[in-house]
Nanobody, 120 residues
Framework: QVQLVESGGGLVQTGRSLRLSCAAS????????MGWYRQAPGQQRELVAV???????NYADSVKGRFTISRDNAKNTVYLQMNSLKPEDTAVYYC??????????????WGQGTQVTVSS
């Protein structure tokens, strides 16, 4: 059974930092694109950052320059370093793993989410 387990969320003040981790029980972790999404109350889930199996990275415009996604394939773990946090970053953050074949998503897994709250 595939599990994605997030950790590192919490309550912080504006301007502070948090580092989220996602440990994945995936076979061939390195072949998955790993992403972080977030969902604020009353809002749709949105992509925050993604790192492909080849190391290509994309960020949402709202977090560019503040957040950094990285992965450690030896530890089956993906990270999200979040700096200069703002109240609008408050959300539940979800880890996602996608396996592509012939440009189609063939496997798609989600973690349970971790709450990040930024106080003003």
């Amino acid at each position: 059974q595939v599990q994605l387990v997030e950790s590192g969320g919490g309550l912080v003040q504006t301007g502070r930092s948090l580092r989220l981790s996602c440990a994945a029980s995936l076979t061939a972790f390195s072949t998955y694109a790993m992403g972080w999404y977030r969902q604020a109350p009353g809002q749709q889930r949105e992509l925050v950052a993604v790192i492909t199996s080849g190391g290509r990275i994309n960020y949402a415009d709202s977090v560019k320059g503040r957040f950094t996604i990285s992965r450690d394939n030896a530890k089956n773990t993906v990270y999200l370093q979040m700096n200069s946090l703002k109240p609008e970053d408050t959300a539940v953050y979800y880890c996602n793993a996608k396996y592509f074949y012939a440009d189609n998503v063939r496997r798609d897994y989600w973690g349970q989410g971790t709450q990040v709250t930024v106080s003003s």
